[in-house]
């Protein structure tokens, strides 16, 4: 069965920081994995996403993330953290029919 | 091109009474999934629609939940007799291609149901 862990329910860093979000996923076969963010009672917003190909994927505002395969992970990087980046971040991976949420990562951005 | 639109943004209903949460799906899409979030978790699926079809409900509650996707208008997300732990936000998310694993869903701005 799927399903995703972020190990860090909460991260704190220094705006200009660089940022690392933890993701490991568990999957049959090959996955299909999002970032997915949410700003305060906001809607959520796709980063990037993965099917195939090149294993560092580039996203919006910045970020990218690293598929490996020998680790089950998906971690999200930046390297230079915004005040504007202060969000939930969530990573999925898709089932057959639906998507499977990991509980989040809360993000803080200290000036 | 219009997203994923959600209403009411804000539903505040008492024990007992009924809940209607509407979505219309982006313009093109004819798959319509809903998830429900509660306070501090992630969310979790609750039922896959495709146009008058319900293809998938094993997230739905087995009581007082139903969804229908019909043929013309907004698929409907019912909740009845609520009760306070159904306060949460629910979301829709609609997608060009359903099932199998290419699965690209794009969500709206959820209703958030306070239960009192």
């Known amino acids: 069965a799927q399903s995703v862990t972020q190990p860090d329910i909460h991260i704190t860093v220094s705006e200009g920081a660089s940022l690392e979000l933890r993701c490991n996923y568990s999957y049959g076969a090959t996955p299909y994995l999002f970032w997915y963010v949410q700003s305060p009672g906001q809607g959520l917003q796709l980063l990037l996403k993965y099917f195939s190909g090149d294993t560092l994927v580039q996203g919006i505002k910045g970020f990218e993330a690293e598929f490996k395969r020998s680790q089950s992970s998906f971690n999200l990087r930046k390297p230079s953290v915004h005040w504007s980046d202060a969000a939930e971040y969530f990573c999925v991976v898709t089932g057959a029919n639906n998507l499977f949420f990991g509980t989040g990562t809360r993000l803080t951005v200290i000036p | 091109n219009a997203g994923v639109m959600q209403n009411p943004r804000h539903l505040v209903r008492r024990r007992g009474q009924e809940a209607r949460l509407r979505c219309s799906p982006m313009?093109?899409?004819?798959?319509v999934y809903w998830y429900r979030q509660l306070p501090e978790e992630g969310l979790k699926f609750m039922v896959y629609?495709?146009?008058?079809?319900?293809?998938?409900e094993s997230g739905m509650p087995k009581e007082r939940f139903s969804a229908e996707f019909p043929k013309e208008g907004p698929s409907i997300l019912r909740i009845q007799q609520v009760v306070r732990g159904d306060s949460a936000a629910y979301f829709c998310?609609?997608?060009?291609?359903?099932?199998?694993?290419?699965?690209?869903?794009?969500f709206g701005p959820g209703t958030r149901l306070t239960v009192l």
């Open positions: 313009k093109g899409h004819s798959h």
């Open positions: 998310a609609s997608s060009r291609i359903g099932g199998g694993d290419y699965n690209e869903q794009f």
């Open positions: 629609l495709q146009k008058e079809n319900i293809i998938d």
